[in-house]
């Protein structure tokens, strides 16, 4: 029981710093454009890295509760922002996109109910789903365009 803690432990531990990695480059990616880095933009990406909001209604909620004066135009604006950076894709239910061409070596963490964790790069996630869809007769030649993952609703 005490080695679970320690893995769980561990993957949070894990999980929070790839997460600051995200928002750093995001952050960059926003200054380079000229945006300035307020309390509220900082804030709302904080919402959309932590939760798996579905629109823009579900992250004005999420992040009204943090702050009850950011306006619904705030949010709407940031997402577009963030869209257009190429830091999400409304495609992608608003998490964080990674495209075929992403090298980041921490894109996917997959647990296993042993609790064996694997930590997959970008690129070694795409060929995991690729070779299974070809196992399964979904794919012979082609190539992945995208991948989209609907958050569960029951317990995992």
């Not at 060929?127 to 991948?147: D, M």
């Amino acid at each position: 029981m005490e080695e679970n803690k320690k893995h769980r432990n561990c993957y949070e531990q894990e999980e929070y710093e790839r997460t600051m990695m995200q928002k750093e480059i995001i952050l960059q990616k926003l200054r380079e454009r000229g945006c300035r880095i307020t309390r509220q933009r900082q804030m709302l990406l904080d919402v959309i890295l932590e939760e798996s909001c579905s629109c823009c209604k579900e992250i004005y909620y999420r992040a009204s509760k943090v702050d009850p004066g950011i306006g619904a135009a705030t949010v709407y604006r940031m997402v577009n922002t963030l869209e257009e950076i190429g830091a999400i894709s409304r495609k992608n239910m608003y998490r964080i996109a990674c495209g075929m061409e992403c090298t980041v070596e921490d894109a996917c963490t997959i647990s296993l109910d042993d609790d064996t964790v694997h930590h997959l790069s970008a690129q070694k996630w795409n060929s995991v789903i690729l070779e299974g869809l070809k196992a399964c007769g979904y794919a012979s030649n082609q190539k992945i365009r995208s991948v989209v993952v609907r958050p569960c609703v029951g317990k995992g």
